[in-house]
């Protein structure tokens, strides 16, 4: 079946540009996270849907960013007025519920370059 | 507060030798403990996970790893790498619950040597 997918594979965006990143979850899971890898290091937690509420948004940076699952499907990250900081990879994993014993599958990222 | 603490940002093997992996974890209770792997431009991909029980957890491709609880380790191994073994690797670590978002190390770049 099909996994996680994630658009768009690749971005690039000027310094202060608005970014949405897109995840679509494998069908039926009703939990959705969100990570950031930056070069060199591993995933980092950004936030996590239970449904469509946010159910621990912890590890968001900052007010720039921001996620919505309006449907409790797919799932967007908003980034406004990007910084070079903000360059990584955006990675998405879906579950069938959150937590144990449930697996988080993970989709293939979204490679964010702001110059 | 959770940490991982991965030991050696590169590690180069021969094909057909033992593969070691180190993952030191904290953790302020039971932790859950997992290892990814990930190919180059493809998302992560769950090699094996320790929960409860036996402390001796086996995974996919021919990896296991064991949960020491007095070391907090939870290192990964396999007997004889094969080239398709070359990849990144991730320990990471999910408590409070277990409904929170992984605690990811800084990953380990396994080279196999032909």
């Known amino acids: 079946g099909a996994g996680v997918s994630q658009t768009p594979s690749n971005k690039v965006t000027e310094k202060g540009k608005y970014v949405e990143l897109r995840c679509d979850p494998i069908s039926g899971h009703t939990a959705l996270y969100w990570y950031r890898q930056s070069l060199g290091q591993g995933p980092e937690f950004l936030i996590y849907?239970?449904?469509?509420?946010?159910?621990?948004d912890s590890g968001l940076p900052n007010d720039r960013f921001f996620a919505v699952r309006p449907e409790g499907s797919v799932s967007t990250l908003k980034i406004q007025r990007t910084e070079r900081g903000d360059s990584a990879v955006y990675l998405c994993?879906?579950?069938?519920?959150?937590?144990?014993?449930?697996?988080?599958?993970f989709g293939p990222g979204t490679r964010l370059t702001v110059t | 507060a959770q940490s991982v603490t991965q030991l050696g940002s590169h590690v180069s093997v021969s094909e057909g030798a033992l593969v070691l992996l180190r993952c030191n974890y904290s953790?302020?209770?039971?932790?859950?403990l997992f290892w990814y792997v990930q190919y180059p431009n493809q998302g992560l991909q769950l090699l094996l996970k320790?929960?409860?029980?036996?402390?001796l957890v086996k995974g996919i491709n021919g990896f296991e790893a064991e949960f020491k609880k007095s070391e907090t380790s939870f290192h990964l191994t396999k007997p004889s790498a094969h080239m398709s073994d070359a990849a990144e690797y991730f320990c990471?670590?999910?408590?409070?619950?277990?409904?929170?978002?992984?605690?990811f190390g800084k990953g380990t770049h396994l080279i196999i040597q032909p």
């Open positions: 320790y929960t409860t029980g036996a402390t």
């Open positions: 994993a879906s579950s069938l519920k959150a937590g144990l014993p449930y697996e988080q599958y």
């Open positions: 849907f239970q449904g469509t509420g946010a159910a621990d």
């Open positions: 990471a670590v999910l408590s409070g619950g277990g409904a929170d978002g992984l605690t």
């Open positions: 953790s302020s209770v039971p932790p859950y």
